[in-house]
T-cell receptor, first 115, second 119 residues
Framework: AQSVAQPEDQVNVAEGNPLTVKCTYSVSGNPYLFWYVQYPNRGLQFLLKYITGDNLVKGSYGFEAEFNKSQTSFHLKKPSALVSDSALYFCAVRGYNNAGNMLTFGGGTRLMVKP | GAVVSQHPSWVICKSGTSVKIECRSLDFQATTMFWYRQFPKQSLMLMATSNEGSKATYEQGVEKDKFLINHASLTLSTLTVTSAHPEDSSFYIC???????????????FGPGTRLTVL
């Protein structure tokens, strides 16, 4: 079965500094990896995904993620954090259950960007 | 882009009543819809997967008689929490997967969520 680990419950960063939110995964076969962001009392918003190709994936709002097959990681990054980036971030991997393909989520990482 | 709506966005009900939550794919056909539950400061837990026209597949530990799922059309799935109790209070999020060709094919799109509070 597939799994996703986000080792940090919370990441604190100052506005303007680079940020990294970590994610490692376990899945059989080629990984399809995703990052979503969730603001309070809202659903998930898609940020970016890795299917194949370039290991550095660029997504919405200036975020990017680097796929590292040897380390089974897919860390989310942004060169310069904004206060408005403060939210809950989820890494996910596509796997399969009896009903077909589905997403398995990590536990989430709360990003706090301070002015 | 593909849009998924949920209704209501929040609901407060008395213990023992039933609550229905609707999930609609607005601009694409979704052969598969997913229902997730999220507790405060926790991740999304998949409750069930529903395919249009067939019975839902429930995850282990989810009571199918308590959480009734109907996926009667390619754009609508409903989750009914029957005889709700305070421990059912949670944030429920649906997701729809595009089932035909096009940009939404085989991708999951999420609704904005429904906050259920059972008194």
């Amino acid at each position: 079965a597939q799994s996703v680990a986000q080792p940090e419950d919370q990441v604190n960063v100052a506005e303007g500094n680079p940020l990294t939110v970590k994610c490692t995964y376990s899945v059989s076969g080629n990984p399809y990896l995703f990052w979503y962001v969730q603001y309070p009392n809202r659903g998930l918003q898609f940020l970016l995904k890795y299917i194949t190709g370039d290991n550095l994936v660029k997504g919405s709002y200036g975020f990017e993620a680097e796929f590292n097959k040897s380390q089974t990681s897919f860390h989310l990054k942004k060169p310069s954090a904004l206060v408005s980036d403060s939210a809950l971030y989820f890494c996910a991997v596509r796997g399969y259950n009896n009903a077909g393909n589905m997403l398995t989520f990590g536990g989430g990482t709360r990003l706090m960007v301070k002015p | 882009g593909a849009v998924v709506s949920q209704h209501p966005s929040w609901v407060i009900c008395k213990s023992g009543t039933s609550v229905k939550i609707e999930c609609r794919s607005l601009d694409f056909q979704a052969t598969t819809m997913f229902w997730y539950r999220q507790f405060p400061k926790q991740s999304l837990m998949l409750m069930a997967t529903s395919n249009e026209g067939s019975k839902a597949t429930y995850e282990q530990g989810v009571e199918k008689d308590k959480f009734l799922i109907n996926h009667a059309s390619l754009t609508l799935s409903t989750l009914t929490v029957t005889s709700a109790h305070p421990e059912d209070s949670s944030f429920y999020i649906c997701s729809a997967r595009g089932g035909s060709s096009g940009s939404s094919y085989n991708e999951q799109f999420f609704g904005p969520g429904t906050r259920l509070t059972v008194l």
